[in-house]
């Protein structure tokens, strides 16, 4: 598993990983489920690349940034994020940020 991008924040090293919360169509509801798995799957990914570091690249933190969908999609997010086990959601930050569906220059 990787991480997606390495960045220093006052000397300190942090590992982001970026993920969208979308499904088709978008118009239909996100669902806690979907949410769940994306969540679940991206965090334990994260805490693998953790592992795996390089000593020289190693992070202390790590960011999940979530583009979502909408404002409904980014409740979802925050709502699944909130029932998951503390094991899996140990030292990462997660970011989220709403593109109302305006996203298409971010692909």
């Known amino acids: 598993k990787k991480t997606d991008i390495l960045v220093e924040i006052d000397t300190r090293k942090i590992g982001v990983s970026v993920t969208r919360a979308f499904h088709y169509p978008p118009a239909d509801p ?16 994260i805490q693998l690349s953790a592992q795996n570091a390089d000593p020289a690249d190693a992070w202390q933190r790590s960011v999940l940034h979530v583009v979502a ?7 979802t997010v925050e709502t699944a994020y909130g029932q998951l086990d503390s094991t899996i959601t140990a ?3 997660l ?6 569906g ?4 971010v692909y």
Request: glycine share 2%.
């Open 69 to 75: 969908y909408d404002a409904q999609y980014a409740d």
């Open 30 to 45: 996100y669902t806690v489920p979907e949410a769940t798995a994306l969540l679940t799957g991206k965090l334990e990914d």
């Open 91 to 93: 030292d990462t930050i």
């Open 102 to 105: 305006q996203d298409d220059f």
């Open 95 to 100: 970011f989220v940020t709403v593109t109302d």
